[in-house]
């Protein structure tokens, strides 16, 4: 019996998850970390493609079979426990592979951003919804923190739909999976990263004002700031680029 508060939706169409294993562009060198392998389906594709595979499940029941199906599989390793509270930077080189638990998408997402040092790309299964949030652009409603906040530390591509039907039991929402790269480096280099970032946040969290009315908070004669960085205080955070965000934060940094 599928359990609701874990997010278990699961996945065995074998064409859906043969293109999810090729979005994901493996090598047979790689090392992946697939996040709740649930059934083990996905598990197994991942399995006899790569060198390395850590699965990572919470549920105490699920892990205690994916332990049994995978003894004779010597590049896996089934861990129990919380993929907030696992340990990716202790890891070389790696890649994630997932269908996650949506009830905590972004909390995995920036997880993930967090510990990026060795991680290459992520490919993730996750609420069309976010997946569109995560690739919109400048202008679009679906624009705001997590757009850029992703976009800062890695290319998205949004790359196939998945509708609800094909997940058992059958969730409220479509799916998407979203290829992430992480960059090497970000697109805009700014003086004060946290600043920048809570510039962002601080914007967004009014997204109907004008920049001039919900940047107030900031303190400062922000109204004067934007139009010396050459941004007019009465446009909306939604309308600003991620590289006019950065002009921002660097000129509040003077
Ligand atoms: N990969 C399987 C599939 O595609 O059919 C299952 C995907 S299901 C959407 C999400 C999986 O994540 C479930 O197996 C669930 O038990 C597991 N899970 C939920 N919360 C978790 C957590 N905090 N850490 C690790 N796994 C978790």
Redesign the pocket.
């Given at each position: 019996m599928p359990?609701k508060h874990?997010?278990?939706?699961?996945?065995?169409d074998p064409s859906i998850l043969t293109r999810i294993i090729s979005a994901a562009d493996l090598s047979a060198e790689d090392t992946i970390v697939?996040?709740?392998?649930?059934?083990g389906?996905?598990?197994r594709m991942l399995a006899e493609r790569v060198r390395h595979l850590i699965a990572?499940?919470?549920?105490h029941e699920?892990y205690q079979r994916l332990a049994g199906d995978f003894i004779a599989y010597r590049n896996v390793e089934i861990v129990h426990?919380?993929?907030?509270h696992y340990p990716f930077e202790a890891l070389d080189v790696f890649k994630v592979v997932?269908?996650?638990?949506?009830?905590?998408t972004t909390p995995i997402i920036f997880r993930l951003l967090d510990a990026k040092q060795n991680l290459k790309s992520m490919t993730l299964?996750i609420q069309k919804e976010v997946a569109q949030r995560i690739v919109a652009t400048p202008g679009s409603k679906d624009y705001g923190v997590l757009s850029i906040s992703t976009q800062y530390h890695a290319e998205s591509e949004l790359k196939f739909i998945i509708p609800k039907e094909v997940f058992r039991p059958v969730p409220k929402v479509d799916s998407a999976v979203v290829h992430m790269i992480i960059r090497s480096k970000p697109p805009v280099s700014v003086r004060d990263e946290k600043l920048f970032f809570s510039i962002i946040r601080t914007a967004f969290s009014q997204r109907r004002k004008t920049l001039s009315n919900s940047l107030k908070p900031l303190g400062q004669d922000i109204k004067s700031v934007l139009t010396v960085a050459g941004i007019d205080p009465q446009r909306r955070p939604e309308t600003l680029s991620i590289q006019e965000f950065a002009r921002l934060s660097d000129f509040l940094t003077k």
């Open positions: 359990k874990l997010g278990q939706n699961f996945l065995s697939e996040i709740g392998p649930g059934p389906r996905l598990t990572i499940e919470l549920d699920l426990g919380d993929v907030l997932a269908n996650i638990p949506y009830y905590i299964t």
